[in-house]
């Protein structure tokens, strides 16, 4: 049975062209791991830090991803109504 640790974090932290990023790399055919959802995205880390790593991210999702990978997080959940870490993480307001 395979078991991980999810870092649940709102959508704040993210950039507006984040969204459009996610919501446009969600669609792709296996190529990436991004499940877009009403409220947010899942994102499932790669073990290899610099393949989560995307040059159309803003360095707020960079910052987030490493900190997740870092910290042992094996998949990211960005939520509307998920916590808010504004003393971790930039906040953005869209």
């Known amino acids: 049975m395979e078991e991980y640790k999810v ?3 709102s ?3 993210i950039t507006i062209k984040d969204s ?6 969600s669609k792709g055919l296996g190529k990436h791991m991004i499940l877009s ?4 995205w899942f ?12 040059s159309e991210f803003s360095p707020s999702l ?3 991803i490493t900190f997740a990978h ?5 998949m990211i959940e960005l939520d509307a ?5 504004p003393k971790l993480f930039e906040v953005f307001d869209w």
């Not at 459009?20 to 790399?25: D, I, S």
């Not at 959802?37 to 947010?40: I, K, L």
Request: charged share 30%.
């Open 43 to 54: 994102i499932k880390l790669y073990e290899e830090l610099e393949y989560n790593l995307k």
């Open 11 to 13: 959508t704040c932290h």
């Open 20 to 25: 459009a990023t996610l919501n446009k790399k």
């Open 70 to 74: 870092g910290n042992g997080y094996k």
């Open 62 to 64: 960079i910052k987030i």
């Open 81 to 85: 109504d998920a916590t808010e870490y």
């Open 7 to 9: 870092l649940a974090i």
């Open 37 to 40: 959802r009403d409220t947010g």
